[in-house]
């Protein structure tokens, strides 16, 4: 089965083509994503109604040149798959609108599917020695979540954020540190290269120790506020101080995504951890799950942030059980992942 999938969420437009011979059986032929980082970096943040007026002009590009890849034309696909949700409702709607079009145009099935799904699932597609059950960590600039994958389609939460997302909590402190949009992945290089002198940070951070089955980054982005406050004027001038700030936040995210596996292995008993999302591509984050005696899995770096790979991927399991092909519904902006169920 060769399905076109489609990924408009957020603030990357992706089509990818993928030959599929079973459920978690086949292959990516080809994928694009393309990126709006530029557009929102002069905002520092994305924009949602920029962000679909892009999705809009960048559809019809990113599906071409997808085609044009894998050699391929429309008339070999078989189904459609596109986001419906959680995301950004301007941005589904564009991906949902285009997609909708192609299918009545072509007489092909298509399928929504929630775009938790599609990280939670994507390490079964670049680890091919990974099976459920098994934890995945979904940490992206929206969303923040433990969850038990039992099979694909069948989904336990066992933690979520109360308030900010963890790629939020990077770029959020990326910025009170005077770093670029998105910051995320520079507050990493530079508490990378911190790490690498040996020397120990002069900061120190809260750690916040919830005992509920609960993520929340409020408290540590006060706390570094005032960090970055006390020290400015120091902060402007040392690189090496402000490298040992990034250091030490880096160390408080990962500890407090660390704290809740833990919780959540013990409370499990699974201890395979699949990272996924924007921030699984942090080095720290992976080596810190592996210390603890995790067996790690993680997507590769093109498919940690968003990406219409993992849309096909998981639609695909859905496919081969027989959904699809009645229609496509309403956007889903909300859409929790444990709220999925199992098909009957
Ligand atoms: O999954 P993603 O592409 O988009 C959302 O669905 O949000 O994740 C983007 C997030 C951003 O917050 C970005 O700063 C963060 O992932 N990110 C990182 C790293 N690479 C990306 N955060 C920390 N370390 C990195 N290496
Ligand atoms: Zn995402």
Same mark, same amino acid.
């Given at each position: 089965m060769r399905i076109l999938a489609l990924e408009t969420s957020c603030d990357e437009t992706a089509a990818a083509l993928l030959e599929m011979q079973g459920p978690g059986v086949g292959s990516v032929l080809a994928e694009v994503i393309s990126s709006q980082v530029a557009l929102h970096a002069a905002y520092g943040g994305v924009v949602p109604e920029l962000a679909a007026r892009e999705h809009l002009s960048a559809l019809p590009l990113v599906v071409d040149k997808v085609l044009q890849q894998s050699g391929g034309t429309l008339d070999t696909v078989d189904a459609l798959v596109v986001t419906q949700g959680p995301g950004l409702k301007g941005c589904l709607?564009?991906?949902?609108?285009?997609?909708?079009?192609?299918?009545?145009?072509?007489?092909? #099935?298509?399928?929504?599917?929630?775009?938790?799904?599609?990280?939670?699932?994507?390490?079964?597609?670049?680890?091919?020695?990974?099976?459920?059950? %098994?934890?995945?960590?979904?940490?992206?600039?929206?969303?923040?979540?433990?969850?038990?994958?039992?099979?694909?389609?069948? %989904?336990?939460?066992?933690?979520?954020?109360?308030?900010?997302?963890?790629?939020?909590?990077?770029?959020?402190?990326?910025?009170?540190?005077?770093?670029? %949009? #998105?910051?995320?992945?520079?507050?990493?290089?530079?508490?990378?290269?911190?790490?690498?002198?040996?020397?120990?940070?002069?900061?120190?951070? #809260?750690?916040?120790?919830? $005992?509920?089955?609960?993520?929340?980054?409020?408290?540590?982005?006060?706390?570094?506020?005032? $960090?970055?406050k006390r020290s400015r004027e120091a902060l402007a001038t040392d690189e090496t101080l402000q490298g040992a700030l990034a250091f030490t936040i880096q160390e408080a995210i990962v500890d407090a995504l660390a704290i809740k596996v833990k919780q959540a292995v013990e409370r499990s008993g699974i201890d395979r951890v699949a990272v996924t999302g924007g921030v699984s591509a942090n080095r720290r984050l992976r080596a810190r799950l592996a210390e603890d005696g995790y067996r790690v899995f993680a997507p590769t770096l093109p498919h940690c942030t968003d990406n219409a790979a993992m849309i096909g991927w998981a639609g695909a399991y859905r496919l081969f059980r027989g959904d699809g092909g009645h229609g496509l519904g309403d956007v889903r902006s909300r859409w929790p992942i444990e709220t999925i169920g199992v098909t009957p």
């Open positions: 709607l564009m991906g949902m609108g285009f997609a909708r079009a192609l299918a009545l145009a072509r007489g092909l #099935p298509i399928l929504g599917v929630n775009h938790i799904e599609g990280h939670v699932l994507v390490p079964l597609l670049d680890n091919p020695e990974l099976k459920p059950p %098994y934890l995945a960590l979904v940490v992206s600039g929206g969303h923040t979540e433990i969850v038990l994958v039992r099979e694909p389609g069948e %989904y336990e939460l066992m933690a979520r954020t109360l308030d900010d997302a963890a790629g939020e909590a990077f770029d959020k402190s990326a910025n009170l540190l005077g770093l670029p %949009y #998105p910051g995320g992945p520079r507050l990493a290089t530079l508490a990378d290269q911190f790490a690498a002198r040996g020397e120990p940070s002069p900061f120190t951070l #809260p750690r916040v120790a919830l $005992a509920e089955p609960v993520f929340s980054f409020s408290g540590l982005k006060t706390a570094i506020s005032l $960090a970055v």
